[in-house]
């Protein structure tokens, strides 16, 4: 009864290698993100999709590319790794709730991506 | 651009109250949110707040001042298991971007 999961946990690669981490969640929600979290833990929005269509695009290097095949699936692919990509990645989900309702973000368990 | 603080430490006693604060400056306001952190763990969502006031929830409480760019969250009869990070997260517009803080990380002791 996994609400948000990710593969995999850990990802251990070379520089200059291509690689993808997968997102899904079976809570019927209609938005998904990825984040950042560094090794100082500081959690930073990379991308966000609403029913397979791309609605936040921040300061990312184009050498990551979200995919969203169906609004349940957000895949997450990085080619020619860097070792400043070593780092958690976090896949989470949302409901679309009515503004003032809070719409809280719901975490996948993380994919720790170590570049050597 | 978009600025929020939060301290980086703090420690407690089992069974005390803490609070940690939440200043910020951002583009716009539409939500401020606390999630809790555990090591090696996923965030999990704590609280909401989107008007002045304080909205309790449990042992757990947060404060909003929208004049003041100010929150905290307010843990009482602190346990063990309270020991984790705290992040404090605003969304500036009306997507549901999140704009997080560097968090605080919590200590527990006996």
Not at chain 1, 10 to 26: A, F, P, R
Not at chain 2, 23 to 46: K, V
Not at chain 2, 49 to 71: C, H, M, P, T
Request: charged residues 20%; proline residues 5%; contains cysteine.
């Amino acid at each position: 009864d996994t609400a948000v999961s990710q593969t995999p946990k850990y990802l251990v690669t070379q520089m200059g290698n291509d690689k993808s981490i997968k997102c899904e969640q079976n809570l019927g929600h209609d938005t998904m993100y990825w984040y950042k979290q560094d090794s100082k833990k500081f959690l930073k929005i990379m991308f966000s999709y609403n029913n397979k269509e791309l609605i936040i695009n921040e300061t990312v290097p184009n050498r990551f590319s979200p995919k969203s095949p169906d609004k349940a699936h957000l895949n997450l692919h990085i080619n020619s790794l860097e070792l400043g990509d070593s780092a958690v990645y976090f896949c989470a989900s949302s409901p679309m709730l009515e503004r003032p309702m809070g719409n809280e973000q719901f975490f996948g368990p993380g994919t720790r991506l170590t570049v050597l | 651009g978009q600025n929020i603080d939060q301290p980086t430490e703090m420690t407690a006693t089992e069974g005390a109250i803490v609070q940690i604060n939440c200043t910020y400056q951002t583009s716009g306001f539409n939500g401020l949110f606390w999630y809790q952190q555990h090591a090696g763990e996923a965030p999990t969502f704590l609280s909401y707040n989107v008007l002045d006031g304080l909205e309790e929830k449990g042992r757990f409480s947060s404060f909003l001042s929208r004049s003041k760019g100010y929150s905290y969250l307010l843990l009482k009869e602190l346990q063990m298991k309270d020991s984790a990070s705290y992040l404090c997260a605003v969304r500036p517009d009306n997507t549901d971007k999140l704009i997080f803080g560097t968090g605080t990380r919590l200590q527990v002791f006996p």
